[in-house]
């Protein structure tokens, strides 16, 4: 079985300062990690992802996450937070080894950045 | 903008209906989806399709069918639909299913049911 937790329902965050949206994964094998973004009346858009190789990953408007195999966690991070950051955020993961199973989505995060 | 257009954007309608709600991408992805979203909750899964075949149904209800003409088209037929069906239907697609394929999503089209 596959699952992802995103333990804050809500993160503010003052414009310029550095974010931090969590994320932790549950997977038999070895996983393949996703972050969204969506923005009101819009479709989820990617941002990054975690395949393999280098932790850190780089995405998408400045975003980037960190994969830590041993804390099962893959947190987005910015070093500089914009007030257009303000949106819904998704973590998705997928167990490598598990065929077609379907991506399994978070409940999502809605950051907040103000000005 | 989205490379997964859906249409329409917006659609009412009533409980003895019939609608249709239409997904198209042109990224040779051979791997469709629709998803169901409730205001601030996930996507959840309804249908896949990998090589224009069914391959996934979350047992979603019969009201909701699904139909992918070719590659590139996915249709989902509305009939019978309930208020509690009212969501935002989203499309995607990926180059496969499985893998480290990322889901490409459309805008969605917002359903309210009367």
């Known amino acids: 079985a596959q699952s992802v937790a995103q333990p804050e329902d809500q993160v503010n965050v003052a414009e310029g300062n550095p974010l931090t949206v969590k994320c932790t994964y549950s997977v038999s094998g070895n996983p393949y990690l996703f972050w969204y973004v969506q923005y009101p009346n819009r479709g989820l858009q990617f941002l990054l992802k975690y395949i393999t190789g280098d932790n850190l990953v780089k995405g998408s408007y400045g975003f980037e996450a960190e994969f830590n195999k041993s804390q099962t966690s893959f947190h987005l991070k910015k070093p500089s937070a914009l007030v257009s950051d303000s949106a819904l955020y998704f973590c998705?993961?997928?167990?490598?080894?598990?065929?077609?199973?379907?991506?399994?989505f978070g409940k999502g995060t809605r950051l907040s950045v103000i000005a | 903008d989205t490379e997964v257009t859906q249409t329409p954007k917006h659609l009412v309608m009533g409980m003895t209906n019939k609608k249709s709600l239409k997904c198209e991408q042109h990224?040779?992805?051979?791997?469709m989806y629709w998803y169901k979203q409730k205001a601030k909750k996930p996507p959840e899964l309804m249908f896949v399709?990998?090589?224009?075949?069914?391959?996934i149904n979350e047992s979603v209800p019969s009201r909701f069918s699904p139909e992918c003409p070719n590659s590139s088209l996915l249709n989902l037929h509305l009939h019978a639909l309930q208020p509690e069906d009212s969501a935002l239907y989203l499309c995607?697609?990926?180059?496969?299913?499985?893998?480290?394929?990322?889901?490409?999503f459309g805008n969605g089209t917002r359903l309210t049911v009367t």
């Open positions: 995607a697609s990926s180059q496969v299913t499985g893998h480290n394929s990322p889901l490409h």
């Open positions: 998705a993961v997928r167990d490598m080894d598990s065929g077609n199973t379907p991506l399994v």
């Open positions: 990224m040779g992805h051979r791997a």
């Open positions: 399709y990998s090589y224009e075949k069914l391959s």
